[in-house]
């Protein structure tokens, strides 16, 4: 199979829309999440986000990254006003509702009515959660991290709660996300569904991995 | 169907290995990758990671969380020692041999010997690429972020050449991973094929988002 070589001129070369969805392509498959606030004044938001990372599991810490010129910016405003976020996975029944959350919509309008998902408060947690979400976690923001490479924000958060479906958690705490729907996404607009392949075992230097079923 | 509701609480109780697989399981799909490494030495490294994350495309950054005290800080101390290193998808054919990089080996093994993936040197770039990977990227060292919340560190690197299957690269700049049999995965050893649902047209508030054909 041929293969095409493309140096770093050439890509800088590229026409800027060309680029961004080259490179936002060759990261890999991405999480997404919609992830929900809520300002102190009482107005929802909503937004869709596929740079969410896993940065640790104690204490438990998730983080995304910001880009602060963009519709997004409405999501960091609640974040740095009110100290709490929720994260929530995409599944193939709200794909199209969670896609639309990405459109410009102005501060005054929630995405929640404008997109038709619905708003749910649980147990007394200020950001609001995506009811129709399968999985889904209450944060609270821990830090900012100003990339100054390129004017982009991480935000890191750490998980105070958890929601999901009671069938999909494991024995030993693997959450299986294809039982919860959860889709997965590449470059800037594509979604896709997944298949498990296997879990693997631990891997150790004198033995080689084999998948096994817990 | 039948939620469950975990508290701050209840997850800081879980066991230590419990807790570990279900945080890692809550990001998400994850991108994964193998990032291949060498020492100004000559000894060469390889290692999977499933926490790589786009930054930007202008100009082509992605960054990615090392835990330092895990298997994982050869390749950090190739990186900070000799400023170069490659991100190399992984495909079901190479799938064990990837996950096998993440057994701790001793310092003077090369994985690429130890789990036989074959180290591929092209255009004069310093770091090993891995031949059987059909999406291949080549980065210089740009930024090290100490992250003090918890100890890990986010390595930042710009994109110098990419190396694809040239049947994938779409008439937009869109790359089919699935072409390239890029896999996934969740959690801590869950791996995963992919199928397409979709490319969603970009969302304006005044309309619905299709799908589309590029």
């Not at 890999?28 to 869709?48: D, E, P, V």
């Not at 994260?87 to 038709?116: C, G």
């Not at 399968?134 to 830090?143: D, P, Y």
């Not at 009671?166 to 800037?188: K, N, Q």
């Amino acid at each position: 199979m041929k293969k095409k070589h493309l140096s770093f001129s050439e890509i800088m070369a590229f026409d800027q829309k060309y680029r961004a969805t080259f490179i936002n392509s060759l990261g890999g498959f991405k999480s997404i999440c919609l992830i929900g606030t809520k300002s102190n004044a009482g107005l929802s938001n909503l937004a869709i986000f596929s740079s969410i990372i896993h940065i640790g599991a104690n204490p438990p810490l998730m983080a995304f990254i910001v880009r602060p010129d963009s519709a997004e910016r409405h999501t960091l405003e609640n974040i740095l006003e009110t100290n709490f976020f929720t994260l929530n996975h995409v599944n193939q029944a709200i794909l199209k509702n969670a896609h639309q959350t990405s459109a410009r919509y102005p501060r005054e309008v929630s995405e929640f009515d404008a997109v038709k998902l619905s708003e749910e408060y649980n147990n007394n947690f200020f950001a609001p959660f995506v009811k129709e979400s399968f999985v889904q976690m209450g944060l609270q923001f821990r830090e900012k991290i100003d990339l100054k490479i390129n004017g982009t924000i991480m935000i890191i958060g750490e998980i105070k709660q958890v929601i999901i479906l009671e069938s999909c958690l494991g024995g030993d705490g693997f959450v299986d996300l294809e039982l919860a729907g959860t889709l997965t996404c590449s470059g800037l607009d594509s979604y896709h569904s997944t298949t498990q392949i296997g879990r693997l075992t631990y891997a150790k230097p004198s033995t080689w991995p084999t998948e096994v079923l817990y």
